[in-house]
C-alpha cells in the first residue's frame, strides 16, 4: 500500500472533528472522502499534509512515517524523515494558493530550485511537459490574476506535480469550476492515477464523486 | 543678495547633514525593521514582550527626547558608561526609533498575507526562511510601500531635530542667516528646498510602487 492512515483521531478542543478514520491508498487509486460541509474532510486531508497535527494515530506512506502511536500518543517523526515525507505528498488547496508574485513556471519552479534536487535543465523540462500536460504550455509567462480559475486550479495542480509526490491530495478540487471545467480537471485526475499516482479527493460534489469512479470513504452521519 | 551669499554655502553644508541622516537611517532601518518586526511576531514571549517594550518606548516618546538622552544621558547608565560622539548619538536615536516605527509597518504587513501561502510553501517543503524571503516578503513590501513612503517622508523633516544637539542642518543654517540679516526669506527657501527633496523621494516611491504592479 503506497499510504496507509490507521486510527486516526482528531479534536479542536473539546470538538471532536473526526475519530477512528481507517483508510488505504494503493499506486494507481483514487480515494474519494466526501461528506458534507463541517464533517472533518479538509482538517483531515491537513492531517495527512502535516498542516495540522493528530491527536491519535498512524500516517505512513511507501513505509515512511508522519506518525505513529506510541504508548496512546501520537508521535511525529524527527526533522529529516518529515522533509522525505512532504516529498512524498502533495496538496492542490481549495483556493489553489498560487504565488501571485511569480508567473506560472515560476510557481512550478520554486521548489525544485530550493530542494536543489534536480538540474536546471531538468527543471525547465519537466515544467514544460506539466504544463503541456494540462494543457496551458501558453500561460507559462502569465500571473495567476490573469488566470481563469480553472487554470489558476491547473498550474496548482503542475506546482503540486513537479516533485512527482507518489500521494496527490485534492481539497474540494471542482467547488468554484463550472460544469465543463469540473469535467476537465475529473479527466486529468483520473490521469494522474492512470500514471501511478494514489489520489485523495475531498469533495461534497456527487457528481465528482460518481466521475472519478474512486473508492468512497464517507465521513459524518 | 548678501543673503543668498551667506545662505547658500550654508545650506550645501547643512544638506550633508540632512541627507546623511536621512539616508543612514533609511538604509539600516529597514532590513533592521523586518528582523524587528520577525522577533515581536516571535512565539517565544520572552523575546515578543522585550521588542514590544523596545517599541512601545520608541513610539511613546518624543525623538527629541531619545536624541537628548542618548547623546546627554546614556553614559549616566551604570555598566554602559559609553558616550556617544553628537553624530553617533543622532546616527543611533534615528535609527532606533525609524526602525520601531517601520517594524509595525512591516508586522502589519506580514499579518496582512494570506495564511495560505505559508502553507503551500510548507507543503512544497520549502523551509521558513526561504518562504519568508521568496514568497512572504516580496509580497509584504508591495503592501507596505504606501505607508513605508509616508514614513520616510516624515523622516526628512524629522532630521531637522539634529539641532538640539547643535548640529547644523539646513533649517539651522535658515535661523542662523535670518539672525544675522533680520529676515525671513532664509526661512522660505529653505521650506523650498524640503519641498524639493520630498518632490523627488515621491517621485522615486511612486516608481517603486510601480515596480509591484506587474501582479495583484
Not at chain 1, 53 to 59: A, E, R, Y
Not at chain 1, 98 to 118: Q, R
Not at chain 2, 44 to 69: E, S, W
Not at chain 2, 143 to 160: A, F, Q, R
Request: charged share 20%.
Amino acid at each position: 500500500m503506497t499510504l496507509i492512515a490507521e486510527n486516526l483521531n482528531k479534536s479542536f478542543g473539546d470538538t471532536l472533528v473526526f475519530k477512528d478514520i481507517f483508510f488505504t491508498v494503493d499506486k494507481g487509486e483514487i480515494l474519494v472522502i466526501k461528506g458534507k460541509s463541517g464533517q472533518g474532510k479538509t482538517t483531515l486531508l491537513r492531517c495527512l499534509n502535516y498542516l495540522e497535527v493528530l491527536d491519535k494515530g498512524s500516517i505512513s506512506i511507501n513505509g515512511k512515517y508522519l506518525c505513529k502511536d506510541a504508548d496512546g500518543k501520537v508521535q511525529y517523526a524527527e526533522k529529516e524523515d518529515l522533509k522525505a515525507y512532504r516529498l512524498d505528498i502533495g496538496l492542490v488547496f481549495q483556493n489553489y494558493n498560487l504565488f501571485p508574485h511569480m508567473t506560472a513556471k515560476e510557481n512550478l519552479l520554486l521548489a525544485p530550485k530550493f530542494l536543489d534536487n534536480m538540474t536546471e535543465e531538468e527543471m525547465e523540462k519537466r515544467a514544460k511537459e506539466l504544463l503541456a500536460q494540462l494543457d496551458i504550455s501558453d500561460k507559462e509567462n502569465s500571473y495567476p490574476y490573469q488566470l481563469s480559475g480553472g487554470q489558476q486550479q491547473r498550474v496548482a495542480i503542475a506546482r503540486a506535480c513537479m516533485l512527482n509526490p507518489s500521494v496527490l491530495c485534492f481539497d474540494e478540487p471542482t467547488s468554484a469550476l463550472d460544469e465543463e471545467t469540473r469535467g476537465q480537471i475529473s479527466k486529468i485526475i483520473k490521469g494522474l492515477a492512470n500514471q501511478g499516482m494514489a489520489i485523495i479527493v475531498v469533495t461534497h460534489d456527487s457528481s465528482l464523486v460518481e466521475e472519478l469512479e474512486g473508492n468512497v470513504l464517507t465521513m459524518g452521519k | 543678495m548678501k543673503v543668498f551669499n551667506m545662505l547658500l554655502p550654508m545650506t550645501m553644508e547643512g544638506l550633508k547633514v540632512t541627507l546623511g541622516v536621512f539616508l543612514i537611517t533609511l538604509v539600516l532601518s529597514v532590513p533592521l525593521s523586518i528582523i524587528v518586526a520577525k522577533l515581536r511576531m516571535s512565539k517565544n514571549k520572552l523575546v515578543a514582550k522585550i521588542v514590544g517594550i523596545y517599541i512601545y518606548i520608541m513610539r511613546g516618546t518624543p525623538l527629541l527626547l531619545q536624541l537628548m538622552f542618548i547623546f546627554f544621558g546614556f553614559h549616566y547608565i551604570p555598566v554602559i558608561g559609553y558616550a556617544f560622539s553628537r553624530h553617533q548619538a543622532i546616527a543611533v536615536a534615528f535609527i532606533l526609533n525609524y526602525t520601531a516605527y517601520f517594524s509595525e509597518i512591516f508586522r502589519g504587513g506580514i499579518n496582512s498575507i494570506d495564511v495560505g501561502q505559508t502553507e503551500a510553501s510548507t507543503v512544497l517543503g520549502l523551509s521558513k526562511r526561504y518562504s519568508f524571503m521568496k514568497v512572504i516578503l516580496p509580497q509584504v513590501i508591495k503592501n507596505v510601500m504606501p505607508s513605508i513612503g509616508n514614513e520616510v517622508i516624515t523622516l526628512v523633516k524629522d532630521t531637522s531635530l539634529v539641532y538640539i544637539l547643535g548640529v547644523a542642518d539646513i533649517l539651522k543654517a535658515a535661523k542662523a542667516v535670518s539672525n544675522t540679516y533680520s529676515t525671513f526669506v532664509p526661512y522660505i527657501f529653505i521650506g523650498l528646498v524640503y519641498l524639493l527633496i520630498v518632490a523627488v523621494l515621491t517621485k522615486v516611491l511612486d516608481n517603486v510602487e510601480a515596480k509591484f504592479n506587474y501582479y495583484r
